[in-house]
């Protein structure tokens, strides 16, 4: 059931209707019915039952290691803990890439043996809440947090219905003490949240599936593109992924304060990131705090003799398995990559960057941080070629391309499937995004928005009109269902 | 020499600034330069100043300088 569906314009007003009629002591159980009926809505049969055998499974684990008092034996239930958890993501998702690969390795080397041939699973929501179970039980593990005693508010932490399907992936410490406070109708909480939740629709359905138009049609058929359409399609899958997932971040956050729950913003303007350190700070927040936190910290601890060295092998390690998370392809693989050198390569220079700048004394210059934002841009725009392609060799026929060639007249721009009229929509919606982005941090536009009920009311419906005027082309689901 | 001042020479050596003055409640925010990509490099140039080795729980741990310089003082004592 996605977001943008009838069905959860249903399901979304009856959840609340019950969680606010029954009293406290039973709003979790609402809450966890509702998360495993919403799950279950997918019809994908077990699915349900792999969310109920992580929650079951890292239940136990987390209280065995809190009770666990030989560092050993804690160490043991740990590695037990996220193994378990690591089986289950693997089976779900890697085992026909890892058959597909292995039967070409003994393809390669004419070996007699039989890898049979995986059927691959649907696996929506699978990494995000396997991610968030292996937190938990490494912050037990750490002393950081406690293990929940109630397996009821456990399971619901996991499977909260706004963040399972695509996040944010949230900590222990951050979700569980809110699914534990009584509830008290809050006007505030409930307009924010269904503004956030329009705001959120907004940007999926007129903006980001407008752009995936233009994007698709040059992505799937790179070679009737030309190079102005390949660097345009590029760019629109850049912001189409942006406004898809942002979006539907909104529409998440904006569900989960109706229940009064603030979930982590997972956005803060990436593309206007300044290095590509600095746009992984702004880009699925939720997801790289985790890598950095489980997975490039610790290793960077471990190879901490080796220096700048340790910390550039950590980086690449740590954003290839950012890359493998996304999903069973090379594709992603090399995008993570690809993130993974940029970085590495930026712990090297930075130092004689920096002093570089002084010596040329530009290192407050506007100019430079101008600079910045559009490398960063389109280091993160080369990446996504990779993430976005249908077939590696897509990905190295567009390295190949001269993107400036002689028939890149702006009258060939748009290609066939986009039309004027789309790019115009996309481009008043793109405004309109960008004008909220920069109104909605200054304090001025703020107390006028707060004092005119009328301008207030004028927007609501304004947007609500976008909705249904401009809502109809959307192709309905969102693209890191896939991950 | 304090503890806390040793550190601070540390830091400005690290952080490749003469100008900064460690407190006990501050944190990676306070100092320009002090991230994630750095972090390590303080830790390790901590180590070898005190002649400490911390371990993977302690440095993960770590809210702030006061507990860096807490685990400090209980390694070198």
Redesign the interface.
Known sequence: MPFNSLDYFLFLPAVYLVFYLVGDRARWGVLLAASFGFYAALKVPYLPAVLALVAVTTYCFGIWLHRAQAPGTKRMLLWGGIAANVLVLVAMKYLPFLSENLRAVTQFFSLELQVPAVRALVAIGVSYYVFQAISYLIDIY???EEPEPHFGYFALYLSFFPKLLQGPIERTGDLLPQLKTPYRFDYDNMRYGMLLFAWGLFKKMVLADRLGIYADAVYNDIHAANGMQLLLGTYAYAFQIFMDFSGYTDMALGTARLFNINLTQNFNSPYLATSV?DFWRRWHISFSRWI??YI???L???W??W??W??ALA?VAAFLVSGIWHGASWGFVIWGGLHGLY?ACS?FYK?YQ?KLYQKLGIQKSPYLKYWQMLVTFHLVCFAWVFFRVNSLSDALYICRFPFVSADNGLHKVLVHGFHAQKAGVVLVAGVVVAAYGVLARNEQALIIWNRYCALRWLCYNALLLALILLGGESQGHFIYFNF | MELQERLNEVFCQVF?DEDIRIAPEMTADDIDGW???S???L??AVETTFGIRFT??E???FKNIGDLLNCIAAKVQ
């Open positions: 750490f002393e950081i350190a950095l936190d490039f910290k610790p960077q601890m471990q901490r003799d220096r700048t340790g910390t980086l970085m712990v130092p920096k | 490749d991230d994630s990509l972090h390590v490099n830790i390790v993977h729980k440095v993960l741990t």
